[in-house]
């Protein structure tokens, strides 16, 4: 079995910096890598950012680009997303998730694993 577990939400004013991690457990040897959606109160999940763990290829979505980097830890277990120049839109509970394919990776049913989830509230 594989568990994801995420920390790092909480509340931070706009412009403010957040940094989220997700630990992961298990087989994580036959997955593709490592993503982070978000559900925003009245929205669809919305993918936010991805990491391959053959070469550290990443995407993010171009409504965080240059405010938003996913990284991951030298044992690749752990992947972080720092979260700078925060806006009270970024508001949202945060998922990691991880999965086999690879293939699209800003499709929420292309994975096969989820975090529970870690609130992030940012105030204007």
């Known amino acids: 079995q594989l568990q994801l577990v995420e920390s790092g939400g909480g509340l931070v004013q706009a412009g403010g910096p957040l940094r989220l991690s997700c630990a992961a457990s298990g087989r994580t040897f036959d997955t593709y890598g490592m993503a982070w959606f978000r559900r925003a109160p009245g929205k669809e999940r919305e993918f936010v950012a991805a990491?391959?763990?053959?070469?550290?290829?990443?995407w993010h979505v171009d409504s965080v680009k240059g405010r938003f980097t996913i990284s991951r830890s030298n044992a690749k277990n752990t992947v972080f997303l720092q979260m700078n120049s925060l806006k009270p839109e970024d508001t949202a509970v945060y998922y990691c998730a991880t999965g086999r394919s690879g293939l699209r990776v800003v499709v929420a049913d292309e994975y096969n694993y989820w975090g529970q989830g870690t609130q992030v509230t940012v105030s204007s």
């Open positions: 990491l391959r763990w053959s070469d550290g290829y990443t």
